[in-house]
């Protein structure tokens, strides 16, 4: 490895297991995803069997339990698989994110014998989980959310829409919030259903602007039926259970938006030491130079910030603001470090013969997922001043 150039991130880790974890998520990383990554975004493929590579590899439950086949680590540690995952390509970044955001009701709220029942095939068992809230006319209000379950004896059927599923038509397992009361956060409930359930359907995916290769649809439920067993917490605390879960999620794209960002700068460093105008490499000229530094700079920060909320997580803090604001920040931050990627390396940046332009398309959708960035401001702000119109 050379003195200069990006190499690897130097991170700091706990323990030798996290150590040694980082090297083989690296390897994996170099070897099965990243040389796929451009061929697959451009046609649309979603890299179905990366994930039963990732869940054989311990990978797609490492926040969680091992009692319950998760790997036990701490998200300071899960965070930055995560980015290193993200670098290599988005789609399975954010794979891992939602995934690991579906499994978080069952996780945290469910009870023994539903964690014993299903979590182990849901961490370790190769199934691929979606997490379904958002609705065609509930989306930053997702409170108002009017997919219904209404009781059938023992059983619940479920009937509506949900909007914007990532895995939605591909996922094994789906988690679902949907109305069992009144209108309000009140009135909404938490269940875990299977893929296969009769009744549940996806539309074909949206055609998007990047991270073609990670399907995003609407899923029908139309009268599924599931078994009361299926219910997560209590009747009316799923909107609870699912606001906990993005606490967590938030983090997880934040992560992802570092390792779309470190990819892009990675790559406008090697472009600029090799590209030469006016008979100089680009990497000499100081306006450009500058602009590697603030991108740098704003990389690590974006960096701390979301390590910061995570170790706060694992030590059992209230983490709900620094998780937004590790949100906000680092996807404002990827939005704008890929962009000056995509101007460092002039036309070619341009093209789709680079990679620059796909981080930059990515970036974009990490400023609106799980909570756009005006909703993250308003978390933030009501963390700052407590909730408006008192
Ligand atoms: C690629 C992708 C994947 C996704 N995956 C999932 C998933 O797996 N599961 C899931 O449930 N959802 C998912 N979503 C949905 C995502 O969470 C929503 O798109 C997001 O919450 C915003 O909702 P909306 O699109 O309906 O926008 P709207 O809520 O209609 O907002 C439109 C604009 O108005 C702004 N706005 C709205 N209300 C306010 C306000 N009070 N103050 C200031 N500004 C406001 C928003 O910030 C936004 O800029 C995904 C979305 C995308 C694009």
Redesign the pocket.
């Known amino acids: 490895m050379t003195e200069y150039g990006p190499g690897p991130v130097d991170r700091r880790l706990p323990t030798d297991e996290a150590r040694q974890l980082m090297t083989l998520v690296r390897d994996l990383a170099a070897r099965e995803i990243a040389p796929r990554a451009a061929a697959e975004e451009a046609a649309g493929h979603f890299p179905r069997e990366l994930f039963t590579l990732l869940s054989e590899s311990g990978l797609l439950g490492l926040a969680y339990a091992e009692e319950f086949g998760g790997g036990g680590q701490p998200y300071e540690v899960y965070l930055q698989v995560l980015e290193e995952l993200a670098a290599a390509r988005l789609t399975v970044g ?1 794979g891992v994110s ?1 995934h690991t ?2 499994c978080h009701a069952l996780a945290a709220y469910g009870t023994k014998e539903q964690r014993a029942e299903h979590l182990p095939a849901m961490l370790g068992g190769g199934l691929l989980g ?13 409170a108002s959310l009017t997919t219904r379950a209404t009781r059938a004896g023992g059983d619940w059927v479920l009937d509506g829409t ?7 038509g591909v996922a094994d397992f789906y988690t679902v ?1 949907a109305r069992t009361g009144g209108a309000g956060a009140h009135g909404i409930t938490a269940f875990l259903v299977p893929g296969d359930a009769e009744g549940l359907s996806a539309a074909p995916p ?1 055609r ?1 602007m ?2 073609k290769g ?1 399907p ?1 649809a609407q899923v029908h439920f139309d009268g599924v039926r599931i078994g009361d067993a299926r219910r997560i917490g209590e009747e009316g605390q799923g909107f609870a259970i699912a606001l906990a879960a993005l606490d967590s999620g938030r983090l997880g794209i934040a992560a992802c938006a570092v390792g779309v960002a470190q990819a892009a700068l990675n790559e406008a460093l090697a472009y600029m030491t090799t590209r030469r105008q006016f008979g100089r490499p680009l990497a000499d000229f100081q306006g450009l130079r500058f602009m590697l530094a603030d991108m740098a700079t704003q990389l690590a920060a974006g960096r701390s910030l979301y390590l910061t909320a995570a170790r706060l997580r694992d030590e059992g803090r209230p983490f709900t603001k620094e998780a937004a604001m590790a949100k906000l920040f680092c996807t404002d931050m990827a939005m704008r470090v890929t962009t000056d990627a995509v101007q460092l390396l002039g036309g070619y940046g341009y093209t789709a013969d680079f990679p620059a332009e796909r981080y930059m398309r990515e970036a974009k ?1 990490l400023q ?8 993250q ?2 978390v933030i702000a009501r963390q700052l001043t407590g909730p408006e119109g008192r």
């Open positions: 954010l939602v955001l579906s979606a997490y379904c809230l958002s609705e065609p006319v509930a989306g930053s209000d997702a949900k909007a914007w599923t990532t895995h939605g919030l949206e998007k990047g991270m990670s995003t959708a609106i997922v799980e909570g756009t960035n005006q909703i401001r308003m």
